[in-house]
């Protein structure tokens, strides 16, 4: 696609319940990150892949998050046993390679809502 | 820990004025320091970035202005124009490891005609 594309674009669930939010970065770039941003704020780096692999998963913020990029392609974001505090929307974004110098490319987010 | 602060949280300029948006940084391993613009229901785009070797980078009607010893860099957009605005985020990152961006809280820009 043209851009890295997130779906879905909104998501209302019940405390407790187990989301799964998506992320196709542009084709050909390696790097893949997940950004967490709260209302107000500004977004908070969650994982950053390098390929398959999760080079840096030092941003989550427990045992409850956990994200997967099995092909090196699309990731998924999993939240298991969501909480109120969990609503934020959740941004992807994918660069060529994973360098200070090349431009991290922004989807347009997941609105997570937790009721 | 807020690692990048940022002001002002909100700013009004008339068409045709400079805006002028400030951040402060504390962690001396960053050495890339991008500016971001978020429109409401976007993802940030990137707008201009500076590395710590040049004191000013200019793009356009965007400048950024680095003070390496104060650790302090600022946007300025000038003749600013009501698509302008946004909310503006500057970042930094460490440029090694896993590139990750600390952000500063964002500045919401109005630039009224």
């Known amino acids: 696609g043209a851009g890295v594309s997130q779906t879905p674009s909104n998501k209302v669930t019940e405390k407790g319940k187990y989301v799964e939010l998506r992320c196709d970065p542009i084709?050909?770039?390696?790097?893949l990150y997940w950004y967490r941003q709260s209302l107000g704020q500004g977004p908070e780096f969650l994982i950053y892949f390098q390929g398959t692999g999760a080079a840096d998963d030092s941003g989550l913020p427990n045992d409850r998050f956990f994200a997967v990029r099995p092909e090196g392609s699309v990731s998924t974001l999993k939240i298991q046993r969501t909480e109120r505090g969990d609503s934020a929307v959740y941004l992807c974004a994918s660069s060529l390679y994973g360098g200070a110098n090349t431009e991290a490319f922004f989807g347009q987010g997941t609105r997570l809502t937790v009721v | 820990q807020q690692q990048v602060k940022q002001s002002p949280q909100s700013l009004i300029v008339q068409k045709g004025g400079i805006s002028i948006i400030n951040c402060a940084y504390e962690?001396?391993?960053?050495?890339?320091f991008p500016w971001y613009q978020q429109f409401p229901g976007k993802g940030p785009a990137l707008l201009i970035a500076?590395?710590?070797?040049?004191s000013e980078k200019k793009e356009g009607r965007f400048t950024i202005s680095f003070n390496k010893s104060a650790k302090q860099f600022s946007l300025h957009i000038m003749d600013s124009q009501p698509g302008d605005s946004a909310t503006y985020f500057c970042?930094?990152?460490?440029?090694?490891?896993?590139?990750?961006?600390?952000f500063g809280k964002g500045t919401k820009l109005s630039v009224i005609p």
């Open positions: 962690n001396t391993a960053f050495d890339y």
């Open positions: 500076i590395r710590p070797d040049v």
């Open positions: 970042a930094a990152s460490t440029g090694a490891g896993s590139y990750q961006l600390t």
């Open positions: 084709s050909g770039h390696t790097a």
